[in-house]
């Protein structure tokens, strides 16, 4: 045994993070959590982005894990530091987004007291956490941080909250790290059924009208090379989910785009007549599905997912394959013997893509945010990190930036959190210095995080932020115009936006606007030039356009509505 | 259709919450849900009484094992079991009544475990569906009071060899 010095719970904390390899951490300090800064202060091996609301540091933390693949870190003290985590947290959980929260929390002696800033953040995020450790005993420590980092990095990746009172960081012991740990209760299976693998691959050959249905797993577990083979190798057709986009390449004939709710006709026409639908990756949300009963129905279903409860949660599958969604698709790669003539399936596709087209009213002069994403996506050609918010913007980002990379569309998806794009942005800048990073929001989500332009200014971020501005929040309004009687209940922010320019040049960006077709690609030009600090752009555009094709919530592909032939009627 | 779930969970900080929020969260039905020390010092034995179609159920014991803290998950509704549920009922007597409840508590195998001048305490142990009988057999005389312990549930057999075999790390 060599002789064993103690160390003081912060020091020890920052020793375990130098083991994960933790390069940036996200945050923002308080009472219970100055021991821990103390410490960071003389800390030299990561860096620490202070965030200006600890909602920005999460969706920072996501942002970073989702463009890079690595765990996200974040660190807040209790209280209102914690609660203001717990949006990120949710977001995360929901896309399976691994980051750890390491959250502070009152000394133990006060837990429970309704002591000064404190918060049950492990009971908080308890339903919206991977799982989560309170920290009783500065010895668990080495212990409990290597659990955290692995529970949320493996299998389905997740968030998980590590929380420490202050006295526990405030006490000393020695230094003890597990080499190795084991959690009896997590076993994530990655090797797929040998049997049911081969039951896939004969379906798939077999098939005469197969479809990939491709979810963000497939980017999470780096399967995009694979999913490529598969899918040239035999001529099948991609459709992808929000989170799945990137992880074939859009500029592919192969590629169907998206599928679901604002998904492509053709995507939903497919899905709805296939014979043989292989999910991989994807877990089957009423995004994407619609109304469950009419969802490709009559075709075999085979779902390969490392979530079990993935599995016949929404939809019934066929063939379930729990396991590494690359592993499966290699092994089902090397297993298909050859494909069956699929040419008339493909004419039937072509056919509905000819039928119904993406299109949007180019005549009448007026911008629409349709060509801004047109432009973008032609100057960048895929070689760009798109981080999006959530509304009609984010619909029209999937549907016409042309996406040919994995982890270059950064989006909030399963919660649908608006005001994620700013922050998540800044933490993709970090991770990411080969390429552009664009943050794409409405006026209306820009809004709920633009604190965090601050810190991007701070650090020199060069982020182009763009804001697509109509003046309303769109999505609401396209569900109120369509769905609500045309009332347009606190949706129209024409009288309350601010001036964005000057709120972009008040923070320190250089700040462009237009609400004019010929301006757009000469401002990219300048914001684009612009490479040592963010910038910020407006573009002003029509105030009342719809997101179209729109599948209605629980509706099926029969209710698609494809445009809007007089305010009050859609078909 | 009700299910006998028993699962074997870290005995950790929050691990009973943690099955309980996911009922919650889940909208699952939660009938009874017990908890106690097994042989071994830092596992736990839960045994929960839940329904739904097998849809429902097979999300059930999906979400149980995808809990961190849960180690192992069973459902004991196909397996031969040992179910048992203690009730303790305090009934109401009057003169005449009282030696016809000492007779339902020996036929229902009971114990009286309190009395006082208005009122009778039987402790009543068994599979519920013995507990159900009893408490319809008893609510004429007017229940004053009742506690269920909750079902706790064993597979009959190789209990000993069986938890030594879910431990083995091979099997984990």
Redesign the interface.
């Known amino acids: 045994m060599v002789n064993k010095t103690k160390l003081s719970g912060a020091e020890i904390f920052f020793e375990c993070l130098r083991r994960e390899n933790v390069e940036i951490i996200f945050g923002y300090p308080g009472g219970a959590t100055l021991k821990i800064y103390e410490q960071l202060h003389d800390v030299n091996f990561l860096k620490h982005i202070l965030a200006r609301h600890e909602q920005g540091a999460t969706h920072m933390a996501e942002g970073y894990a989702k463009a890079t693949g690595k765990v996200g870190v974040v660190l807040v003290t209790s209280g209102p530091g914690a609660t203001n985590t717990v949006t990120g947290i949710a977001d995360a959980y929901m896309d399976s987004v691994p980051i750890v929260v390491f959250t502070g929390q009152v000394p133990t002696s006060l837990i429970g007291n309704d002591a000064f800033q404190e918060a049950d953040i492990?009971?908080i995020t308890?339903?919206i956490t991977?799982?989560?450790f309170?920290v009783?005993d500065l010895a668990e420590l080495p212990a409990t941080i290597r659990k955290a980092f692995f529970?949320a990095f493996t299998g389905r990746p997740g968030p998980v909250v590590v929380d420490l009172p202050k006295d526990i960081i405030g006490s000393s012991c020695e230094f003890d790290y597990p080499e190795e740990i084991?959690?009896?209760?997590?076993?994530p299976t990655y090797d797929g059924h040998k049997n049911q693998i081969k039951k896939a691959a004969k379906k798939i050959s077999e098939a005469e009208k197969p479809l990939l249905y491709v979810g963000g797993g497939v980017i999470m577990a780096n399967a995009s090379n694979e999913l490529t083979s598969l899918a040239r190798d035999n001529n099948l057709p991609v459709a992808m989910t929000l989170q799945g986009l990137g992880a074939f390449p859009g500029t592919d004939k192969l590629s169907l785009g998206m599928l679901g709710m604002h998904g492509t006709y053709w995507a939903n026409q497919a899905v709805n007549n296939c014979d043989v639908l292989v999910s991989l990756g994807a877990r089957f949300d009423d995004r994407v599905t619609g109304k469950v009963a009419t969802f490709a129905r009559g075709a075999y279903k085979i779902h390969v997912d490392i979530?079990?409860?993935a599995?016949?949660?929404n939809v019934?599958v066929d063939l379930p394959i729990v396991g590494d969604v690359k592993q499966v698709i290699t092994e089902l790669t090397a297993e298909i013997p050859a494909q069956s003539q699929i040419d008339n399936w493909w004419k039937q596709i072509e056919n509905w893509q000819q039928e119904c087209p993406l299109h949007y009213e180019t005549e009448d002069g007026q911008l629409r945010t349709q060509y801004v994403l047109e432009r973008i996506s032609d100057r960048t050609r895929g070689n760009a990190v798109i981080v999006t918010d959530v509304g009609q913007h984010q619909m029209w980002t999937a549907q016409y930036y042309k996406f040919t990379q994995p982890r270059t569309l950064l989006t909030s998806g399963g919660l649908g959190t608006m005001g994620f794009s700013v922050p998540a942005a800044i933490g993709a800048a970090f991770g990411v210095q080969d390429k552009p990073i664009i943050s794409i929001s409405g006026d209306g989500g820009f809004q709920m995080n633009m604190q965090e332009l601050i810190t991007a200014v701070a650090n020199k971020l060069p982020i182009k932020f763009i804001i697509i501005n109509n003046s309303f929040l769109g999505m609401v309004r396209q569900w109120q115009e369509l769905f609500h009687a045309g009332k347009y209940s606190f949706t129209d922010l024409s009288q309350s936006n601010p001036d964005f320019v000057k709120l972009g040049e008040a923070l320190g960006l250089p700040s462009f606007s237009t609400d004019r077709i010929d301006k757009v690609d000469t401002i990219l030009e300048k914001a684009f030039a612009i490479q040592d600090k963010p910038v910020l752009i407006e573009f002003k555009v029509v105030k009342e356009e719809m997101v179209f094709p729109m599948v209605p919530s629980g509706g099926s592909i029969s209710d698609i509505m494809v445009k809007r032939l007089n305010p009050k009627r859609v078909v | 259709m009700k299910h006998t779930i028993s699962l074997l969970v870290e005995n950790t900080f929050g691990a009973f919450d943690r099955v309980a929020t996911m009922f919650s969260a889940k909208g699952f039905n939660l009938h009874s849900i017990s908890i106690g020390e097994t042989e071994i010092r830092d596992i736990s034995r839960m045994t929960i009484v839940t329904s739904g179609d097998d849809q429902i159920i097979d999300q059930v014991v999906k979400q149980l094992n995808r809990l961190v803290d849960t180690i192992k998950v069973v459902d004991l509704t196909e397996h031969e079991k040992t179910e048992r549920e203690l009730a303790l009922i305090a009934v109401n007597y009057q003169k005449g009544s009282l030696e016809e409840l000492k007779n339902i508590n020996d036929i229902f195998r009971g114990s009286v475990v309190d009395i006082n001048n208005k009122s009778i305490t039987l402790e009543i142990t068994g599979p519920p569906a013995k507990i159900n009988a009893a408490v319809n057999v008893l609510m004429p005389y007017g229940i004053k009071e009742m506690a269920r312990s909750g079902t706790v549930a064993m597979k009959r057999g190789e209990q000993v060899k069986q938890l030594k075999k879910d431990l083995d790390p091979s099997n984990l």
């Open positions: 492990i009971g308890r339903p991977k799982h989560s309170l009783r529970i084991n959690i009896r209760g997590y076993k979530d079990p409860t599995i016949d949660k019934l």
